[in-house]
């Protein structure tokens, strides 16, 4: 970051500042001096699937270079919402952008580290997570020596303008509150908190109130998503088989860590009842998604990876059964992600992020098609 807004944010940091719902802002929790400029775009580029990948048509590749994921439909499906570490950033800030990857803005603060972001009903605000009221720099990512694991950071949840200005706070409890998406019906939000000891999913309404918790056995639950409707959600899982395995993971969580090697998808009812779980490969299953069709859900896997590296989408019934591969770029030769799916809300475009066609490895990019069921 060039160091007139470098040295602005720092001395943001010391004011305090009040929301137009009359609750202030605590330091570290305004956004930079100055709204940065719109991020480089370049235009969307064809890329054809392969023969195997008959749901997909006219793939476009919407941005080039660096980490980008989670790229999510606006409402009215004119917009989408992604996170990228992008220069001059060094951990991930949420931003903006058409489906042909043009008119890329930012709208996170640019400060601490950001994930998870979704539109708000009404297209003109977003909601995402961001660690930015803990101070100017990113949290330290995690120590790989255990292992690949996940960092549970001092995230919580905010919404600011589709301009990046009006930031305001919804949540404000200890520990993690991130993984959060909204309800097609607009009236409420799912997302992942460790505020009782464990991590488990939430509903509140879409002013942070009415907090509701729907899961309670021991491990990890996150990244969930509404049906269409809003009657259903499905989200992903960890379920510690025996007391050691319990143990392992509490003492994992203490440390602000989770191991994601084993990941099943489950579906509830929207008030938490009727739980089932869909996949049971004992894989990495995550980044559910409900089919255009309400019927199945589209999901990121590595069931088929002997070596738990490469990972394809997958759609499955709700029942568990029916499972068919959807994209099909990893293979022996070469290790390849596809995940992150999200339809758009008329169901005829897919978007997802992928490495495929990178110009250096481990960038991960957005793609989106056109679906073909």
Not at 51 to 64: A, D, G, I, M, S
Not at 71 to 78: E, H, T
Not at 300 to 310: T, Y
């Amino acid at each position: 970051m060039p160091m007139d807004r470098r040295l602005a944010a720092s001395l943001l940091l010391v004011v305090v500042a009040l929301l137009p719902s009359g609750r202030p802002v605590a330091a570290g929790d305004a956004p930079s001096a100055a709204p940065a400029p719109a991020a480089k775009s370049s235009p969307a580029v064809e890329r054809p699937p392969l023969p195997q990948e008959t749901h997909l048509k006219n793939v476009r590749q919407l941005t080039f270079g660096g980490e980008n994921a989670e790229a999510y439909w606006s409402f009215a499906g004119d917009r989408l919402v992604f996170q990228s570490t992008r220069p001059p950033y060094t951990a991930d800030q949420i931003f903006t952008m058409r489906p042909d990857g043009s008119d890329v803005r930012l709208v996170s603060p640019g400060m601490g580290r950001t994930t998870c972001a979704f539109y708000m009903p009404g297209d003109q605000r977003i909601l995402f997570a961001s660690t930015h009221h803990e101070g100017y720099a990113p949290p330290t990512p995690p120590d790989r020596s255990q292992g690949y694991v996940w960092g549970i950071f001092a995230y919580d949840l905010y919404t600011v303008g589709v301009d990046g200005q009006d930031l305001r706070r919804l949540t404000d409890s200890p520990g993690y509150d991130a993984e959060a998406t909204v309800s097609p019906k607009g009236d409420r939000i799912v997302f992942t908190s460790s505020r009782d000891g464990d991590l488990d999913v939430y509903t509140m309404a879409i002013d942070g109130t009415d907090v509701k918790r729907l899961t309670d056995a021991v491990g990890y639950d996150g990244g969930a998503v509404f049906s269409s409707d809003g009657s259903k959600i499905a989200w992903r899982a960890s379920r510690p088989a025996d007391d050691e395995a319990r143990a392992k993971f509490k003492a994992l969580l203490d440390k602000g860590l989770v191991r994601p090697s084993q990941l099943e998808l489950f579906v509830m009812d929207v008030d938490g009842s009727n739980k089932r779980q869909i996949t049971k490969n004992g894989k990495a299953n995550f980044g559910p998604y409900f089919a255009p069709d309400g019927k199945r859900i589209l999901y990121c896997s590595n069931q088929d990876c002997p070596k738990g590296r490469s990972f394809d989408l997958y759609l499955v019934g709700l029942d568990g059964t029916g499972t068919e591969r959807v994209t099909w770029f990893s293979n022996d030769a070469h290790d390849d992600f596809d995940g992150f799916p999200m339809f758009s809300p008329d169901g005829k475009r897919l978007a997802w992020c992928s490495n495929r066609f990178n110009a250096k490895p481990n960038e991960t990019n957005v793609f989106v098609a056109d679906w073909q069921d």
